[in-house]
C-alpha cells in the first residue's frame, strides 16, 4: 500500500525537508551570484515564504496560473507572470536568460507521468534562464549537460531518499 | 514578517514532523492496550495513511465534514463520521466511552482563536472517550487534569519548538 514502505506522511515530510534543504543550500552557494530568483508554482506560499527570507533583497518572479497563496504570502502584482507555465516561463526565459541565480521549480501534480514531462520540458528553458553557477531545485528530475546534480546527501540531508526532492547547479 | 523567527516552510514542517513523532510515540505507548483509533480532521489522509500503517489492525474511526482525501486514503465507509465536530464526536464519545486507544485531532484552522475555542470544546469529549492509558495527539493544547502532558522533547522531537504539536496521556 504504501511506496517503500513509507507512508504519505513520510513521503510528505521528505519532501519538505528536501525543499528547505535544497533552497538553503542553493542560497548559501549563490550568495555572490548577481541575478533574481525564479519561484516557479507558487500553491499556498510555504517556500515563496522561505525564499523571500533566504534571498532577502533579490526580486523573485512568481509563475502560477492563479495567485491563491496564505494571505501573508502574496508576491508584488509585478513580480507575478500569471498563466499557463508552456507561455509564462519561455517567455520569461528569454527576457532573463543567463540572469537567475536560482529556480525553484514544484511543478508535480498526482499525475507522475505528466509530471516527469512537464519537468523535461521546463529543463531546458530553466537552463537557459540560470546564470552560469546558479543553482535548479524542484520535485521533478532534470536532466541536462549543463546541470552538474548535487546529491541531498551532500547538502546535510543524508537521512532522506535520493528522490525526494532535486538539486542542479549550472556548470560555468 | 516570520513569528519566531521562522519561515512558513520551516513552521510545516516542525507540525508534520511532530505529527509523525506524537502518532509513532503514541503507538509505541498503547500497544498492548485495547481499543480503536480515531482520526478528528480527515484532510487529505496523509495522517490517516500514517496511522493506519502504525495502528495496523485496529479500526480507526474518521470524522470530517466530508471525505476529500487523496484516493489511496479513503476510509472504509462504515468507519466514517461525516457531519461537523459539534454534532459527530460528542455522539461517538458516548458510543465509545472508555474505549478509545488514541486520538489524533488536527483540527485548526487559519483562525486561530476558533481552532483553540475548538480545542477546549473537544477535550473533555476525547478525555471522555480515551481508555485509560490512551494517547491524544493533535494541533491544540487540550488542559484537563486527567491528562498528562508529554513534551515533544521526551518522544525524540527535542528539535521541534514545544507547541509544534501536541501530545498526552489518559491518566489512569
Partial sequence: MNKGGKTRLERFIAR???QRCGIDAAAAATGALAGVVWEVGLGNGRTYDHLRDRFAGRDIIVFDRQVASHPDCIPPQDMV???DFHDTVPAEATR???AVAMVHADVGSGDIAASRALGRWLTPLFV???APGGYLVGDQPMEDA???PIALADIGAADLAPDAYFVYRKRG
Same sequence: chains 1, 2.
Avoid: I, K, T
Wanted: overall charge neutral; proline content about 0%; charged content about 15%.
Fill in 81 to 83: 507572470r500569471l498563466g
Fill in 96 to 98: 532573463s536568460a543567463g
Fill in 16 to 18: 519538505v525537508v528536501g
Fill in 128 to 130: 537557459q534562464a540560470l
Fill in 146 to 148: 549543463a546541470l552538474e
